[in-house]
């Protein structure tokens, strides 16, 4: 498999330079029946950092991000080509467990989705299945240890009992991502995290992504470009199926060399 | 460029553009009357240049304020945003230029009769060096002209050159008979003041570059002006 970037301009983003790749994307194409949603992408994600896709809607950025845990499996008429792998392993591998995929590679989704069980279900349910508790302090452990780094266990430690429904939906939001990393996943996918929630309870989970890249490999699509520029160090534009731009955060948002990037950040894109 | 989807944020862009030309206008205007002025000794001119110093000021202000509110309200990125720095950046040294104007206008009053003709030439071509290269900057900026922009930029050693010259002529004259010294002085920070405008337009000239490529010119400009290592040598008897 070729290694070198094919798309990524300018040719060496400083990112990429300061990390390693966690996950490396060439050619990939994606269609649903008919219809072509992904045309021939490729990119290096960097690891401990956070990437942003941004783009219109039907771009093709979601579609791309349920690639790198192969969601779009779950869609019969789904078809993904090309090679991914996450850390230099081919994550469309045959022999692959892909139960075991999911949790390395956590998802958390727009609308927060707690299971209907208590705070203490949502987040001992993964490393419970998954055999990572060997005796029930050891879960109390985890527990404790992903509500503190989701930054809720201030608010939850008393209740731990009700239900993660009964939380607001920022709180319900950290509870997702208290959930996702109690697996202890390599990296993290976030579909549009803050867009059901108010801009307290968005700075709050822009915080906790900020802690978190010191740890994970974090990819957030978005449409909230502020949010891209504020959160992110890698970002990524989608069109039309294209991946038309890849770059450092900071020179995206400041001097993008595509048209469309362009017209598209500055609010001209029709 | 093609328009924002939100048509507000085209016209705020548009008002701030337009102050922009009010202000490049009226600091070209405030220049080439300044010139007039101590060239001809005209109190009467000099005076309303120096009133007309505030209306380039007000604008700076308005400019200001009016650029936080888009920055605010807008969010602007990539060549927006610097379209918004860059005419904060040339509405300051638009506001520089109506200040050295003003200075050079206020000095018509200690001008005196008897004032040695020469030097006066030299002010007045230096003033016409600098007028054009205002001009030309301002066209630069409003067209997005990169390349004008440039040409600004270089030419400035020519008015450092000329600087330099009637520094020097200066120096001999108040060397010879130091009953000029007064006069020569004004006439010296009135060169002085021309220089400083050339170095504005430079600036304007960068933030022009700036503008069109998204990174700051980084070469060094070329410069003439010598003055502040010229050794002071008593002439020959």
Redesign the interface.
């Known amino acids: 498999m070729d290694t070198k970037p094919t798309l990524i301009t300018p040719a060496n983003p400083a990112i990429m330079q300061a990390r390693p790749v966690k996950v490396r994307a060439r050619h990939v194409n994606v269609f649903y029946g008919d219809k072509h949603a992904i045309n021939d992408l490729s990119i290096d994600i960097p690891d401990r950092a956070v990437s942003a896709f941004i783009g219109p809607s039907g771009c093709g950025k979601s579609t791309f991000l349920r690639c790198i845990n192969r969601m779009n499996d779950t869609i019969p008429t789904a078809r993904v080509e090309g090679a991914i792998t996450v850390d230099e392993q081919d994550i469309y591998d045959r022999s692959l467990d892909v139960v075991q995929l999911r949790a390395n590679i956590g998802m958390v989704f727009q609308k927060p989705n707690p299971f209907p069980k208590s705070i203490y279900e949502n987040v001992a349910y993964g490393p419970r299945i998954h055999g990572l508790a060997a005796t029930k302090a050891d879960l109390e452990g985890i527990v404790e240890k992903s509500l503190r780094r989701a930054g809720l266990w201030d608010e939850v430690k008393d209740r731990l009992q009700s239900p993660g429904t009964g939380l607001s939906g920022g709180q319900q939001q950290r509870l997702c991502i208290a959930r996702a990393i109690a697996v202890d996943p390599e990296v993290i996918l976030m579909d549009e995290p803050c867009s059901a929630l108010d801009p307290i309870a968005t700075a709050r989970i822009e915080e906790l992504i900020d802690e978190l890249k010191q740890n994970y490999c974090i990819v957030i699509v978005t449409h909230s470009m502020q949010q891209a520029a504020r959160v992110s160090q890698l970002t990524a534009f989608f069109h039309l199926g294209n991946l038309v731009e890849a770059g450092d955060t900071d020179v995206i948002f400041t001097n993008p060399q595509d048209r469309r990037t362009q017209d598209y950040i500055t609010g001209r894109f029709g | 460029?093609?328009?924002?989807?939100?048509k507000a944020?085209d016209e705020e862009l548009q008002t701030l553009k337009n102050m922009l030309a009010r202000m490049g206008g009226l600091a070209e205007e405030e220049l080439a009357r300044a010139i007039d002025a101590i060239s001809r000794r005209d109190g009467a001119l000099a005076d309303q240049v120096i009133a007309s110093d505030a209306q380039v000021d007000a604008l700076e202000r308005e400019v200001e304020e009016r650029a936080i509110l888009v920055i605010a309200r807008?969010?602007?990125?990539?060549?927006?945003?610097?379209e918004i720095m860059v005419a904060i950046r040339v509405s300051s040294d638009l506001e520089r230029i109506g200040d050295f104007a003003k200075n050079i206008a206020k000095r018509t009053h200690a001008v005196s009769e008897d004032y040695p003709r020469r030097v006066m030439t030299g002010i007045t071509r230096m003033g016409s060096l600098a007028l054009e290269q205002l001009k030309d900057v301002l066209d630069a900026y409003v067209q997005h002209n990169e390349a004008k922009a440039l040409e600004v930029w270089r030419k400035d050693e020519e008015l450092d050159a000329l600087y330099n010259s009637i520094f020097r002529e200066l120096l001999t004259y108040m060397m010879e008979d130091p009953r000029t010294i007064g006069l020569c002085t004004h006439l010296l920070f009135a060169a002085k003041n021309i220089e400083r405008i050339g170095d504005h337009c430079t600036n304007i000239a960068e933030n022009v570059y700036y503008l069109v490529?998204?990174?700051p010119l980084t070469a060094e400009r070329p410069k003439g002006d010598v003055t502040s290592i010229t050794p002071m040598v008593t002439p020959e008897k």
């Open positions: 460029m093609s328009d924002h989807i939100v944020f807008r969010q602007p990125m990539a060549s927006d945003l610097r490529h998204g990174h």
